[in-house]
């Protein structure tokens, strides 16, 4: 199965050198044991574009995030695992490593 462990951070600021570490350590031990499938860290909210083509003849383009909110996605790992129970796993070890909270989806 494959997950989706959402990066989420209530402040503007990048990651310090030591946390940059501990998750260059984690995503290396994604890799060797096989769970690894993408990540990526995300521009802050204020670099977003939401287009909205829902319904009339053109294309509604707003800058900046979807929601106002205090909290943001900062960042994610696309995970390779058995079951929830290793992805929580995983997610508990990638929230300790970037310092921050994770959120755990499937894919469908």
């Not at 970037?98 to 469908?108: I, Q, S, T």
Request: with cysteine.
């Amino acid at each position: 199965m494959q997950f989706l462990l959402s990066v989420i951070h209530d402040q503007l600021e990048l990651a310090p050198s030591d946390e940059m570490a501990a998750i260059d350590v984690f995503n290396d031990r994604l890799q060797a044991e096989g769970h690894w499938v993408f990540a990526g860290g995300l521009g802050f909210p204020d670099t977003a574009t939401v287009v909205d083509n829902r319904g009339g003849d053109s294309s509604v383009v707003t800058d900046g995030p979807f929601v106002e909110s205090k909290e943001y996605l900062a960042g994610f790992w696309i995970i390779d695992a058995p079951d929830l129970d290793v992805a929580l796993k995983l997610a508990a070890e990638g929230s300790k490593a970037c310092n921050r909270k994770v959120e755990v989806r499937p894919f469908l």
